[in-house]
Structures are given as C-alpha cells and as structure tokens.
T-cell receptor, first 111, second 113 residues
C-alpha cells in the first residue's frame, strides 16, 4: 500500500485557518486520498476525500497537487472542537477497500 | 439514514474469560464491515473485514475471531482473553462503492484484568 507522511503535530489559534499537509509521493492512479479525524476517546470520523480535483464540503476543503503527490486539508476557521488527530490515508478502491491508519497529525487549537 | 450501533461501550473482563462484541448497521444493505483495535497510545489496527455474510478476512493472527451471521451484523469474539487484548475496539462500515468514506461506531473500551 502506498504510504503517506504527515507532521506529528501542529498548532493553531482559534478562528484561524489551518492547513494540514500530507505527502504521498508513491500514490497510484487509482488511489483516493481520504482524510479522517479522531477526537479523544471517540472513533474516527470521515472528513473528506478526493481523487484529482479539489473538494469542498461543510467540514473542510481538500487541495490536491497537480501531480497528486501531496495534498492539504484546510479547516477554514479552527475551533476548539477541531482539536483531534487527523489522518491522511490512500485508499485503493476494490472489493474490500481497507483503510490503513498511520500516526496522523495531532492538531492543537488554542484560544 | 444509515446508522451503526456498537455495544457495550465499556467492558472489564478477567483474563481467560470469553468475549463477544456486536456491531450492527441500519439503513443499508450488503455493506463492507470492519473491526479495528486501538491499544492505549497506539494507532488503529485493522483486525478483520467482511464483504458479505459468512465471508471473513483476518489481517492479523491473534486471539480473536470474527463472524458475520447476518448481512448487517458483525461479531468479534474470543474464547479466552489475554491481557494484551485490552484496547479500544471499533466497528466500521462502508458501501461497496465508497461514496462518503467509512463510518465508525462509537467503540468499546475493553480492559482485561
């Protein structure tokens, strides 16, 4: 499975935008880029996913590099409730797609 | 809308006792189902997945087994628990064609004493 590389931790001030980077230089043409987040003592929560084009939803935006070797999850206005571990995962679509979690980025949001 | 139920929320079991964790999905049919475990301070590890009734694939050899007796029911079991089985167990589901990603249950925190 293609791997992703994320910073271990990041900090942000509340109400400011947050850009969470992810490198995936060995991505294949059929790999989707998925982002999940895990709040303390909870199960992971789907955030967003994309293939080639940038994507927006109510939670975040996903910016995908033209060569697809990197992507950035954008939280437009961080709140204290966004403090979580964010995982960038490549998912090859098949009969039994398997989500493999790395160590993710721990986002701290301060007042 | 689709929902996933997982119970119990917490469980304390003695070493050597059996285990049965249940997960059910509502509002969809023929989902892919998954069991994950997260040991304290560690990452999420995929344990089992199932693409249909009676079809189970194991990712990690261990003291656990899984079964899917019905389309939307996924069960995680053990005949004899070990201390190392302690952790946060999560069930998840997804459509065959992934549209919105995986949906995870609220988890079971298992402590083996």
């Amino acid at each position: 499975d293609a791997k992703t590389t994320q910073p271990n931790s990041m900090e942000s001030n509340e109400e400011e935008p947050v850009h969470l980077p992810c490198n995936h230089s060995t991505i294949s043409g059929t790999d989707y880029i998925h982002w999940y987040r895990q709040l303390p003592s909870q199960g992971p929560e789907y955030v967003i996913h994309g293939l080639t084009s940038n994507v927006n939803n109510r939670m975040a935006s996903l910016a995908i590099a033209e060569d697809r070797k990197s992507s950035t999850l954008i939280l437009h206005r961080a709140t204290l409730r966004d403090a979580a571990v964010y995982y960038c995962i490549l998912l090859s679509i098949g009969t039994a797609s398997k989500l493999t979690f790395g160590t993710g980025t721990r986002l701290q949001v301060t007042l | 809308s689709q929902t996933i139920h997982q119970w119990p929320a917490t469980l304390v079991q003695p070493v050597g006792s059996p285990l049965s964790l249940e997960c059910t999905v509502e509002g969809t049919s023929n989902p892919n189902l998954y069991w994950y475990r997260q040991a304290a301070g560690r990452g999420l590890q995929l344990l089992f997945y199932s693409v249909g009734i009676g079809q189970i694939s194991s990712e990690v050899p261990q003291n656990l087994s899984a079964s899917r007796p019905q389309d939307r029911q996924f069960i995680l079991s053990s005949k004899k628990l070990l201390l190392s089985d302690s952790g946060f167990y999560l069930c998840a589901w997804t459509h065959k064609v992934i549209r919105y990603g995986y949906t995870f249950g609220s988890g079971t925190r298992l402590t083996v004493v």
